[in-house]
């Protein structure tokens, strides 16, 4: 979906950058506030430094925003949040290890669960996959594998064309437009000296 995304909104991927840097930077900051590593180190210096030089003009914080940008998203967030339930502790998870047993609890503990809807989750994980070599593919110069990645697609019924903005996508890569417009306008005054609108 990432991929996708980063095809048809190619001005933003700093907002990608941006954020994969922040959540770093959370991360070290964890790691200093627990005492695993000193505020002093460089690699979280860095990691500070780094982060201020990026903007998000796009918010690819929340995935819902990412998938709700492309035409058809919202089922992808849809199946995004349901698998989501299966590789965060959760109740769903629970439900794998229990099964139903003639017993005083009347459950009894699965130590090997099994996934009844594993054919249509490798399925799904197939398609977004090859989805996202298309994407790839639409966006290299040499296109070496878009007859085979074609041929994927149709078996798999997905479309090979490059996907669609939303009216909320376009809304919001209107906006991160102007603002980095607005910067770029900035930074040419503060490097002529200009003080004030003229």
Known sequence: MQA?????????????????????????NQAVSVGAMSGENETVKDSAKFLDRLHADFDVKHFQR????????????LHYRIASNYVH?????????????????????VTNARL??????????????VSGCLAWERVDRE???????????R????????????NEGFLASSKADRARRERARQRRKSDRGDIGDR
């Not at 991927?13 to 770093?24: D, I, K, L, M, N």
């Open 4 to 28: 996708m995304w980063l095809e048809l909104f190619r001005d933003d991927v700093e907002s990608f950058v941006r954020e994969g840097a922040r959540q770093r930077f959370n991360a070290l």
């Open 66 to 77: 990412v998938c709700e940008s492309l035409v058809g998203g919202e089922t992808t967030y």
């Open 89 to 109: 502790p959760s109740l769903y998870q629970a439900d794998l290890y229990l099964a139903e047993a003639d017993s005083a609890s009347g459950i009894e503990f």
């Open 116 to 129: 009844s809807s594993a054919d249509a989750w490798l399925g799904m994980a197939t398609s977004f996959l």
């Open 143 to 153: 296109r070496l594998h878009s007859v085979l990645l074609k041929g994927y697609a």
């Open 155 to 166: 078996e798999l019924g997905i479309s090979p064309r490059r996907p669609e903005m939303t």
